[in-house]
């Protein structure tokens, strides 16, 4: 839905200012606890990942694979996935990707609101 999806540059800025990103394979996940009882998703696939075909394929699997996930992931934040060039991996494994990224990035993102609320 429109409610779940990360648009226009204020709001990548802000999670990309709030510096919490994980590697994870070909993907990188950037996070932000946005407040909100839902995930919100964003996706950064640059003309290096290949030709317009191929970086709009990637798009779909993520898409397809936050559509099947999302009520399994974190809540309670905005994610942004950056695309490295690679070749279109199987559904299954950007699931996995996906899944590992942003738990990671939820983890290192309440340790910082932790740490900033004690601080």
């Not at 995930?39 to 699997?61: C, E, F, P, T």
């Not at 070749?87 to 299954?92: D, E, S, W």
């Not at 494994?93 to 309440?110: D, I």
Request: proline share 7%; hydrophobic share 40%.
């Amino acid at each position: 839905p429109r409610a779940h999806r990360l648009s226009g540059a204020r709001a990548f800025t802000a999670v990309y200012d709030y510096r919490v990103r994980k590697n994870i394979g070909p993907i990188a996940v950037a996070v932000r606890p946005n407040g909100l009882p839902h995930l919100r998703l964003g996706l950064s696939v640059s003309r290096r990942v290949g030709i317009a075909v191929k970086r709009n394929r990637i798009k779909r699997l993520i898409r397809e694979a936050y559509r099947l996930n999302r009520h399994a992931w974190p809540t309670g934040l905005d994610a942004i996935v950056i695309v490295r060039p690679h070749t279109p991996l199987p559904l299954a494994e950007y699931v996995r990707l996906l899944g590992q990224g942003l738990e990671n990035a939820s983890r290192e993102a309440a340790r910082r609101a932790k740490r900033d609320a004690a601080g």
